[in-house]
């Protein structure tokens, strides 16, 4: 006797949550303030790059970053943060 494979069970799609576009925008990190102020020399200085190549640049250009020269991105991290937090209080859904 052959065996037939079993019928997979249906896949049930996920019903996309609905985003309320006045919610207030999530916080920034380092990196991302980062990659912000960089992105656009990395750019010019290599106008050929593909987006992906531009940003395993910037990767790199953080790792090897020390953590004094991280600091004036991690000061601008932590205000961000405390905006979030103040407009994250104040938000009311609807």
Same mark, same amino acid.
């Given at each position: 006797?052959?065996? &037939? /494979?079993?019928?997979? !069970? @249906? $896949?049930? @799609? @996920?019903?996309?949550? #609905?985003?309320? !576009? +006045?919610?207030? $925008?999530?916080n920034?990190?380092?990196?991302?303030?980062?990659? +912000?102020?960089?992105?656009? $020399?990395? #750019?010019?200085?290599?106008p050929?790059?593909? #987006? &992906?190549?531009?940003? $395993?640049k910037?990767g790199?250009?953080?790792?090897a970053m020390?953590?004094?020269? @991280?600091? /004036?991105? +991690? *000061?601008?991290?932590?205000?961000? *943060?405390?905006?979030?937090?103040?407009?994250?209080?104040?938000?009311? !859904?609807?």
């Amino acid at each position: 006797m052959a065996k &037939t /494979p079993a019928k997979s !069970p @249906k $896949k049930v @799609k @996920k019903v996309k949550k #609905v985003k309320d !576009p +006045n919610a207030p $925008k999530r916080n920034l990190s380092a990196y991302f303030f980062f990659m +912000n102020d960089q992105r656009a $020399k990395v #750019v010019k200085a290599n106008p050929d790059m593909k #987006v &992906t190549e531009v940003g $395993k640049k910037l990767g790199e250009l953080w790792r090897a970053m020390s953590d004094s020269e @991280k600091v /004036p991105y +991690n *000061k601008k991290a932590d205000a961000d *943060k405390v905006r979030y937090e103040k407009a994250k209080a104040a938000y009311k !859904p609807k």
